[in-house]
């Protein structure tokens, strides 16, 4: 049955009809024409569609724009259910949506004056190839429409950079200047040629049309254009002391929202993203940012001022430069055969280092071999004003990747206040990914691979930190070595925050009377550019800082983590991650403060969170508010966790480390809970000894076998089997602990939490 015949069959049976689905998407259903009318999908479309809406609303009558709203919203419905943001909604309705899309696309297209016809069927007219198109640099587009026979239609999106003089590939006779296309053969095919790097004034160009898939082209025309004459800009930025900084910039044109990249911009891709096995990072050397209250996107490292051509018009600069300064977007103008020189000056609206706290990103992948590496990743981290950045070498169960040229203080780099600390991601495989910090010497070994309590011994004999990655992602089956290794006591910081903050698995192990450090790392290039989230460590104001007191603050668990808001929390004075000892109930005194940068930063809500529950709240009440706090008595009880959660009005997020009250006799765990997740980490550990089955399994069955994710757990199996066991009796010891403090606690007058 085709989508069509299925979908009118659908609402025959009315199976298909207008839903209200979760976070109230409302979700129209074809009607019985709709699924009659609809036609097989156009390749290509879906592409062609999104790069229509990226650039081209700035060119569009009041009529057009009508259309390319609809293209937008159809793209959104598509990219909900594929994404499951509608989970609900049964995916076949894609078809639906995406032929919706396409013939919007068409009907586009369409009505474009500039569409440039290209009819190549026996006895069609001939287009003058001499006939000027005139090429706006703000867009720098051409739309074709290429017609070779009466066949399907088909979409696609190209880019054709025009400072190559010819593609030697390409064999033609009538000169150098060609440029190979692809298209279908007996199709029309509409083409998007973004044109890059195009000469302002008279171009001549062939274009070489050949078919999809093939090397050669056998279809040839010409273009002439006349494209925007250029002006120069000079582009300087200033940190809060007048002095030129290194930033993260993105350059577009105005109307055309092209970007433009910078032209001393740091290429980090041989260091990071030639490595990583995921489509291009972004137009040249740009990299992408994943930032809240609509600042994501392309990003350039610009590491000072620059001069440089551009064409005519206006264009918008975007400016990051870290969490403790303001965002700053500009426009400004170039005028042909004219310089415009800009001064941009950033302010900075909290300075977090005098405060004590020192940020930093533990999660960073980088080649560092040598001193032009060095250079490009300590600019990068200027730019981001990451004040310590932990660079990994990442290991897998067969080899490295990202190598470091050495360890420990000699292999550090510094530029003034900002550090690269080489580091490692390893070991990864069966029981998630782990992260080793501040390390004198390189650690790993495939004969305790799936052993992470030997990994962090052999840190720890370095004076470096052991921690888990992943973990507020709940990603790379990180709950199988948060439940194996966390009652070891091992453990120095679990990743919170990544791409998104997540709880659940910290949570989960505070309410068993665990410690549980709070970090954060971007994971480049897997995630976002270096610096969108970060970890501050308070250093203290009563000396310099090093390195060695930032990581010293790691192993005391004195940390928060942001995408935004900045967090204060005090226990009777105590910071997080101190331990509190009470030998009865008294009250506790707790002050809490998030801050932010008003229109941006500034926190909308903030709340207390004791053993997992919100005791306390307060949210803003006027938009000039950029600061919530709560003060109150807390009764210590039988002890327990306490720590703060801010959200920022962007949709940005903070969160403490706890500080923990332990009262003699108890742990500082939540009774109510913890029979539960006991239980939870029983069955975790049921799953890790299930598949440590398997690959034995595996291994029995070819001995020889290249499965090497599933040797190392095959032949550390004993020794592995002898640590579960191990922590199984932590568990089971911790269920009688549970049941004596139950009946402790119900013969205790004592006020206080009882959970």
């Not at 809406?53 to 919203?73: F, K, M, P, W, Y």
């Not at 909604?89 to 016809?117: C, G, K, M, Q």
């Not at 600069?317 to 103008?333: D, I, K, M, N, W």
């Not at 580091?423 to 069966?430: F, M, N, T, V, Y």
Request: charged share 20%.
């Amino acid at each position: 049955m085709t989508t069509r015949q299925s979908l009118a069959a659908w609402i025959v049976f009315g199976l298909v009809t207008p839903q209200l689905f979760a976070h109230g998407v409302h979700l129209p259903a074809p009607t019985v024409a709709d699924a009659r009318a609809m036609q097989p999908p156009i390749p290509g479309s879906l592409e062609l569609g999104r790069a229509l809406h990226e650039h081209l609303r700035l060119r569009l009558d009041a009529a057009q724009l009508v259309r390319l709203d609809a293209i937008g919203q159809n793209l959104l419905f598509i990219d909900q259910i594929s994404g499951n943001v509608i989970p609900d909604a049964d995916p076949a309705l894609t078809n639906f949506y995406r032929w919706r899309l396409e013939t919007n696309v068409i009907a586009l297209l369409e009505s474009l004056p500039d569409l440039i016809t290209l009819d190549f069927r026996p006895g069609a007219p001939v287009r003058d190839m001499m006939t000027p198109i005139a090429l706006d640099q703000q867009f720098n587009l051409l739309v074709l429409k290429v017609i070779t026979g009466t066949g399907a239609v088909h979409c696609s999106v190209q880019d054709v950079d025009m400072q190559a003089e010819y593609d030697t590939a390409i064999e033609f006779p009538g000169g150098a200047e060609k440029h190979a296309v692809d298209i279908y053969s007996n199709a029309t095919t509409y083409l998007l040629l973004k044109l890059q790097q195009v000469s302002p004034g008279e171009t001549l160009t062939h274009l070489a049309f050949r078919n999809h898939g093939e090397k050669q082209p056998y279809l040839w025309s010409s273009l002439r254009w006349l494209s925007t004459p250029f002006g120069n800009a000079g582009i300087t930025v200033n940190d809060e002391t007048g002095q030129p900084t290194p930033v993260l910039m993105r350059l577009t044109s105005a109307r055309g929202q092209r970007l433009w990249e910078p032209p001393n911009a740091v290429n980090l891709r041989p260091l990071m993203n030639d490595v990583a096995p995921l489509p291009p990072a972004g137009p040249g050397r740009g990299l992408p940012i994943y930032m809240p209250g609509g600042w994501a996107g392309y990003y350039w490292v610009v590491p000072g001022p620059f001069e440089m051509a551009l064409p005519e018009g206006d264009w918008e600069v975007r400016l990051l430069h870290g969490l403790e300064y303001a965002p700053r977007q500009a426009t400004f103008s170039i005028r042909s055969g004219a310089w415009t020189r800009v001064t941009y000056p950033l302010q900075r609206w909290v300075d977090m280092p005098a405060r004590g706290w020192i940020s930093g990103d533990e999660h960073i992948h980088a080649r560092l071999m040598s001193s032009d590496d060095a250079a490009r990743l300590i600019t990068a981290t200027c730019a981001a004003d990451i004040h310590v950045g932990n660079i990994l070498e990442m290991g897998s169960w067969m080899r490295s990747f990202y190598p470091q040229r050495g360890f420990g203080r000699d292999f550090r780099v510094q530029r003034g206040d900002h550090w690269l600390v080489p580091g490692i991601e390893d070991p990864r495989g069966l029981l998630g990914h782990a992260i080793g910090l501040n390390l004198a010497a390189r650690v790993r070994s495939l004969q305790h691979y799936t052993l992470h309590d030997w990994w962090a011994n052999e840190i720890h004999k370095q004076g470096g930190l052991y921690g888990h990655t992943h973990v507020g992602e709940q990603a790379l089956m990180v709950e199988r070595e948060v439940a194996l290794f966390t009652p070891m006591g091992i453990v120095d910081f679990n990743s919170m925050l990544q791409n998104r903050l997540g709880t659940t698995l910290i949570y989960d192990m505070l309410n068993l009377g665990f410690p549980m450090t709070c970090s954060a790392g971007s994971d480049t290039p897997y995630g976002s550019m270096l610096g969108c989230v970060r970890m501050y460590a308070y250093c203290g104001t009563n000396a310099p800082w090093t390195p060695d007191r930032y990581f010293d603050a790691i192993k005391r668990g004195t940390t928060f983590v942001s995408t935004g808001p900045m967090l204060e929390l005090r226990v009777d004075g105590r910071l997080p991650g101190s331990t509190i000892g009470v030998t009865t109930n008294r009250p506790m005194h707790v002050r809490v403060k998030a801050y932010g940068l008003r229109g941006f930063s500034a926190p909308a809500g903030l709340r207390l969170v004791q053993l997992g529950n919100v005791i306390a709240q307060v949210s803003v009440t006027n938009d000039a508010q950029d600061e919530l706090a709560l003060e109150l008595d807390v009764d210590s009880g039988y002890g327990f966790w306490l720590a703060a959660h801010a959200f920022g009005r962007n949709g940005s997020e903070a969160h403490t480390s706890p500080v923990y009250v332990v009262r003699d006799g108890f742990r500082f765990w939540n009774v109510a809970e913890a029979a539960r997740l006991l239980k939870k980490q029983l069955a975790v550990l049921d799953d890790l000894e299930a598949a440590v089955a398997e690959c034995v399994r595996l291994r029995a069955a070819n001995p020889q076998s290249l499965d090497f994710w599933s040797r190392w757990p095959a032949e550390q199996q004993a020794e592995m089997q002898a640590r579960i066991t191990r922590v199984r009796g932590i568990y089971e010891t911790l269920a009688t602990t549970l049941a004596t403090e139950q009946k402790q606690r119900l013969g205790t007058s004592s006020a206080g939490p009882q959970r």
